[in-house]
């Protein structure tokens, strides 16, 4: 049998994700984009848990978890054993936000100073998922988790999202990326250059959780591409650390974003909470400024 | 007034610590603790508390040592992945005399193992698990009621002895639901007050003790993990003060074992005696309930270490101790130390409890 190089079954149906997982979908267009010839370090987390336990195991690719902080080290064992043995295998990490953000941080710092070739996929869904959605590093403003309750006292998480990519960009990693699987031609384009790109490479990818953002898993397609056409996710690529590309948008309200998710529902009811809600426009209207997200349309004729 | 309630067994350790006037909890989730840090987060803020849930579980302990010096009550809860990455910190929370309060709701390992499984796997390493000679104080639940009562003893031991302490549950006792009578106020035993100008780490009581020297109450005190001198500051090359010293850390556990020491003896003229903590305590009491012999005896302990050794020896007319637990024979190791009757271990791996049966068919064995 000739050999299949971009197909699309090396992360294979049949596991135990939740219906409309975005994560699912995430790793299914990053392994059609990364090809056979991949070896894939997963960290700790729901895509190591729903995509492994026989007979449902997705990865048909040489596959390793590790733990949950060492995903990056593991990996820089694995890409500085092939070069010395002359082999050609692309090795690809695959982590979630937790294990990016949080926990594998001084693994992560290690791996970008040395510089190994490989590429860092995070899959961020803005919350610990596996253990029952507790709040990470990446979990935006306002979210309600289990360790950042909305209430009384709170309106969820009061801190903001971490600014991962800038911190991988000032490392000098080479190439840089935010995507969306709401933009799948894009998704796989910008894996595909991260793999091929020589250095450690970091490609942050949008991925809808149904289950911990609250929401019928036919809509992830359609959260996703409202996370970005309301400004509050930003679709870009950083060559040498310089911002080369930019998805840009007519923007709409954040609303049209928030209200479609029961993460953000205490921002609606009792009553509309319009302090915070401005507090969150000002994120996605801080974004627009900075990557110049809008689209300048032609004014109306009369 | 007490009140009844129905709660899971990580709620119970939660609303013990908030009862005992834990005001700091630094954490970071993991499967089976993860109630706990879900507990803390909704209620400690409501009581002026600080609950942060930290970047991992390094960071988690390290945390609680730092608040423990500003004079609060503080814990972490984690499982066996968290916990081999907090045994850094625990020597130096020793090495500094830092109280502090470390739940470990055990589940299956090595490694990740069995996330969502019951085990015991971890009551060796949390004895030896972090490097050096050092001494600790692990107790062990066995009911919900006790999820709540043993956390309440953990932050009194942690303050008196100043040594973490660690309550060592297991993911049966964290997740299970039964009948918990809540007190309304519960015994609190404070950290010995420092005598001010005195130096920060001088010991003058036969219990090895020395006061307390929160931060902000006066003391230039100097907290260090390097060999220390009765001042706080390093002296790592001078051999009697790190003998004098590490002595001492071991010797304020080890020579209140028997003061500390929590048990139950049930039949102490049995032949055949039962000795068990955690989870398999629920199995051997089914034992008891079903047999009703008075030949069958029971040690049910709740401080592991250190381990009591004298409960061992009200049992007279032991002919052979039996040991059921959750892992390949850990505990049963130590009660050979202390034996001179068999021991014999029933040890158990996957996750599911002992059933009677299994313990029956122990008992019958011939000799």
Redesign the interface.
């Known amino acids: 049998m000739a050999e299949k190089k971009n197909t699309c079954d090396l992360f294979d149906c049949g596991h135990r994700a939740c219906g409309g997982c975005g994560e699912a979908l995430a790793a299914r267009l990053v392994m059609q984009a990364a090809g056979t010839e991949t070896i894939v370090v997963n960290a700790?987390g729901c895509m190591e848990v729903f995509s492994t336990p026989y007979p449902e195991t997705a990865w048909k690719v040489p596959w390793i978890?590790s733990?949950?902080?060492n995903a990056a080290a593991v990996a820089s064992g694995i890409e500085a054993s092939l070069k010395k043995q002359g082999r050609k295998e692309k090795v690809v990490i695959m982590a979630g936000d937790g294990a990016t953000?949080?926990?594998g941080?001084i693994c992560i710092s290690g791996a970008f100073e040395r510089g190994h070739d490989f590429a860092y996929i995070c899959y961020d869904n803005e919350a610990?998922m596996n253990?029952?959605i507790?709040?990470s590093?990446a979990t935006p403003y306002d979210a309600s988790t289990?360790?950042?309750?909305a209430?009384k006292?709170?309106f969820g998480n009061k801190l903001p999202k971490k600014d991962m990519p800038a911190i991988l960009a000032a490392h000098g990693a080479p190439y840089v990326a935010t995507a969306s699987v709401a933009y799948p031609a894009d998704l796989m384009q910008k894996i595909e250059r991260a793999i091929n790109t020589p250095g450690p490479c970091y490609v942050q990818v949008h991925v809808p959780c149904c289950t911990g953002w609250g929401f019928e898993g036919d809509q992830t397609v359609a959260i996703a591409k409202l996370a970005i056409e309301t400004g509050l996710w930003v679709n870009f690529e950083m060559v040498d650390g310089k911002v080369t590309k930019v998805k840009k948008v007519v923007r709409k309200p954040v609303t049209e974003y928030l209200k479609t998710q029961k993460r953000f529902r205490h921002l609606f009811k009792p009553k509309l909470q319009e302090t915070e809600i401005a507090a969150i426009q000002a994120i996605a209207d801080r974004n627009a400024e900075k990557y110049g997200l809008d689209i300048k349309l032609p004014p109306k004729k009369e | 007034m007490t009140r009844i309630e129905f709660w899971q067994g990580n709620i119970a350790c939660a609303e013990g610590a908030l009862a005992a006037g834990c005001t700091f909890f630094g954490g970071y989730p993991i499967t089976p603790s993860t109630e706990v840090a879900e507990h803390m987060a909704a209620k400690l803020p409501k009581r002026g508390g600080a609950f942060i849930q930290m970047e991992d579980e390094i960071a988690g302990i390290a945390s609680i040592i730092g608040a423990s010096w500003t004079g609060a009550r503080a814990m972490t809860a984690t499982s066996g992945p968290g916990f081999s990455l907090m045994m850094e910190n625990i020597g130096f929370a020793i090495m500094t005399e830092t109280p502090c309060v470390v739940v470990n709701v055990q589940r299956g390992g090595p490694s990740t193992g069995q996330p969502t499984m019951s085990a015991q796997g971890d009551m060796l390493q949390v004895r030896f698990g972090s490097h050096g000679d050092i001494a600790i104080i692990a107790l062990c639940p066995a009911t919900v009621q006790e999820m709540f009562e043993l956390t309440v003893k953990a932050f009194n031991l942690a303050d008196k002895y100043r040594v973490p302490v660690f309550l060592m549950a297991d993911e049966t006792i964290g997740h299970m639901r039964e009948k918990i009578i809540v007190p309304d106020t519960v015994e609190r035993v404070e950290r010995k007050p420092f005598v001010a100008g005195t130096p920060a780490f001088r010991v003058t009581d036969p219990d090895n003790i020395p006061g307390f020297p929160a931060f902000g109450t006066g003391q230039h005190v100097h907290v260090t993990g390097l060999t220390h001198d009765e001042r706080g500051y390093p002296c790592a090359t001078n051999p009697n003060l790190h003998m004098a010293l590490v002595k001492r850390l071991v010797d304020k556990i080890e020579n209140a074992r028997d003061e500390m020491a929590d048990y139950d003896v049930i039949n102490p003229d049995a032949g055949q005696v039962f000795v068990a903590y955690g989870a398999p305590v629920r199995t051997v009491m089914q034992v008891m309930h079903d047999k009703k012999d008075t030949n069958i005896g029971f040690l049910r302990i709740r401080t592991v270490w250190p381990f009591p050794e004298k409960a061992l020896a009200e049992f007279k007319n032991a002919k052979r101790f039996i040991i059921p637990e959750m892992n390949l024979g850990q505990i049963s190791r130590e009660i050979e130390r202390h034996v001179c009757v068999p021991v014999r271990s029933i040890p158990k791996l996957g996750g599911e409890l002992h059933t009677p049966e299994e313990l029956v068919a122990v008992l019958e064995e011939k000799a």
């Open positions: 700790t978890h733990l949950f902080e953000f949080d926990i941080m610990y253990t029952g507790q709040r590093g289990t360790t950042s309750p209430g006292c709170s």
